[in-house]
């Protein structure tokens, strides 16, 4: 049997109250009453100011359901991790004597209750489910904040220890050296690969050049208004050229 008290309507925070809301408890019709969204709890009364109240922290869903063909009304789905019944009632009685490793079996354990909120009006879901979520976000999870925590937990790296390491030969850190420097510590083969390098790059600089249909071997070259040119090699070559002159 569903456990419906005689409680008083929440009277501070109340984010909506929905009347005319049908409660439906694990398939069983509780009948029309007010469904109140407060900031503290989750309730709901009958015409006879009997009824039942929630936990935020023991609503583990609530969602808009439009599926006709799992529920024949649209409504507000709620499951919480608790069973509201006589029977759950006196054993959560039961378990508050227990020690600590009967309470942790019994989270182990943990029952689900699904409740489903019909409003005669549909138009009032969208708000209904906007309340719960504003009321909900008041009362995070506090084992979801330690599950944050963990997973930004790491060791700090400490730069002069790790320096003092490689001092003592128990650490390996890369030594970095500007031009000059790692020029400087270059072991003879080191030099030799450098200069055949140097070398081989002085080469390609020297490299014929190819310009306005002129060849030539010598690297040396003058620059006129942007363009490359072997003043040696183009000096005199067309002076036998005929010109037209255009007037």
């Known amino acids: 049997m569903v456990v419906l008290k005689s ?84 054993e959560q009685q039961d378990k508050a004597s227990d020690d600590e490793e009967s309470d942790s079996d019994s989270e182990d354990s943990g029952t689900i209750t699904e409740i489903r909120f019909v409003p005669s009006d549909k138009a009032a879901l969208e708000p209904m489910f906007s309340a719960m979520c504003d009321c909900q976000a008041l009362h995070p999870d506090p ?23 490689q001092g003592r030969g128990q650490g390996d850190i890369p030594t970095f050296y500007t031009y000059e420097e790692g020029l400087s510590h270059l072991t003879s083969e080191g030099q030799a690969t450098l200069d055949r390098l140097e070398g081989m790059l002085a080469q390609s600089v020297a490299q014929q050049y190819h310009m306005a249909g002129v060849r030539t071997d010598v690297p040396s070259v003058e620059f006129e208004d942007g363009m490359e040119v072997d003043s040696s090699t183009v000096t005199g070559q067309f002076d036998d050229a005929d010109v037209d002159h255009c007037y």
Do not use: N
């Open 7 to 90: 409680l008083h309507p929440p009277s501070e925070g109340v984010r909506l109250q929905q009347a005319d809301t049908t409660a439906v408890l694990d398939g069983k019709r509780l009948g029309s009453g007010t469904l109140f969204v407060a900031e503290a709890h989750l309730s709901w009364f009958d015409g006879s100011g009997m009824g039942f109240c929630l936990e935020y922290p023991s609503i583990s869903l609530h969602a808009i359901s439009r599926d006709l063909s799992a529920f024949p009304e649209e409504h507000l789905y709620v499951m919480v991790t608790a069973e509201l019944d006589d029977e759950a009632e006196a």
């Open 143 to 165: 084992d979801d904040a330690d599950t944050d925590d963990d997973d930004y937990e790491g060791e700090e790296y400490d730069v002069e220890e790790a320096e003092q390491e």
